[in-house]
């Protein structure tokens, strides 16, 4: 069998495992999304104890590897109590790759908002809003357009970072491509899985950098 039939033949799995790591990239990309708003609220708060939870939880989650994470949520937690057993491999990836994107977005919507002119503030609580509705209807709109270009670029971290499951056997691209390689014995597989990887980041590239011409701070 040439090497053009046994890349043929392996597309259809890399595919399978493409769906999987998109999946988990998306779903963890937008769960991070909606918990590092209220991280980065809770760090700019002048409530301590808020403050400082939110900072700690920050720091411990940018500070620390997120292999080492996802194996402690995986393979940790259910040394502790059997309750906190996920025996779901995507459910178990989700939430490390969910509170590291978090703790990773938090820091990037706190640079977003803390760039916005303070006189927005000014101005918004002259007007007798709130210090929430300052926040919601003045601050994080205008800071949408500054977060595109490094969420961009968190989630191509995150999406190449996914080949991270394969260590808790989660089928993903990384997982296929090493079962095929070690079924086979042929590293040929690791062709189109690269080549799978750069098309999946090119497209993604391609969607944020639409997004941020079309919001883009000078037009």
């Known amino acids: 069998m040439s090497a053009l039939q046994k890349i043929i033949i392996w597309i259809p ?15 963890a990309v937008s769960a991070g999304l909606v918990g590092s708003l209220f991280l980065a609220l809770g760090k700019m708060s002048k409530k301590t104890a808020l403050n400082k939870f939110c900072s700690a939880y920050i720091f411990f989650f940018r500070g620390t590897p997120l292999l080492m994470q ?11 109590t059997p309750l906190l057993t996920i025996n779901n491999r995507f459910i178990a990836a989700f939430i490390a790759f969910g509170l590291n994107s978090a703790a990773y977005c938090a820091e990037i ?21 709130s ?9 994080i709109p205008q800071s949408i357009r500054r977060l595109i270009p490094p969420v961009g670029n968190e989630f191509i971290m995150v999406l190449k970072d996914a080949s991270l499951v394969s260590i808790i056997a989660l089928s993903d691209i990384t997982k296929i491509t090493r079962s095929i390689s070690s079924s086979t ?24 950098h639409k997004l941020e011409k079309r919001y883009s701070l000078y037009e």
């Open 13 to 27: 799995p890399l595919l399978d495992g493409a769906r999987i790591t998109i999946s988990l990239t998306l779903l």
């Open 185 to 208: 014995a042929s590293a040929l597989v690791y062709i189109p899985a690269m080549i799978l990887y750069l098309i999946i980041t090119a497209v993604f590239s391609f969607i944020f």
């Open 131 to 139: 210090y929430a509705q300052t926040m919601r209807l003045v601050i």
């Open 109 to 129: 919507i706190r640079a977003a908002i803390q760039s916005i002119d303070k006189g927005q503030f000014e101005a918004s609580r002259a007007l007798g809003m």
């Open 70 to 80: 996802l194996y402690f949520i995986y393979y940790g937690l259910p040394e502790i």
